[in-house]
């Protein structure tokens, strides 16, 4: 219900600089998740995986650019496993299961971009 909804209205041509306070939180697949942009296109947010943790296999409508910014996140994706560290990015194309874990014994954290849709595909 949020998705498309978390901007709110901008007159066309406008900017909104977006800080972590900006961002709606929730559980999502068993992970942290701060969505802070959510329109009919794009879904910008921050994912937190506390160590040990993992999040649930799963999937979205839109591909899915994912760039860590904090410890090591492990990822495993159609197949394809890395093992990433502050700085790398990963790309997960739409409609591809996969899942993150924290690697380590710190929280791993990643902002990511998915379009054109979050949503899970439809089955």
């Known amino acids: 219900r949020l998705l498309g909804n ?9 900017f909104r600089v977006l800080r972590p306070a900006d961002a709606t939180w929730r559980l999502d697949h068993g992970v942290l998740v701060g969505l802070l942009v959510g329109t009919e296109h794009p879904t910008v947010g921050t994912v937190a995986v506390p160590a040990g943790h993992s999040s649930v296999e799963h999937s ?3 591909e899915e650019l994912l760039y860590v910014t904090r410890g090591t996140l ?6 394809v496993e890395a093992t990433l560290t502050r700085g790398d990015g990963f790309f997960v194309p739409a409609g591809t299961p ?25 089955a």
């Open 60 to 62: 979205h409508g839109g």
């Open 6 to 14: 978390l901007v709110g209205p901008l007159a066309p041509g406008s």
């Open 74 to 79: 492990y990822v495993e994706a159609g197949g």
């Open 98 to 122: 996969h899942r993150y874990a924290a690697a380590g014994d710190a929280v791993a954290e990643a902002i990511f971009g998915v379009a054109p849709t979050y949503a899970a595909p439809s």
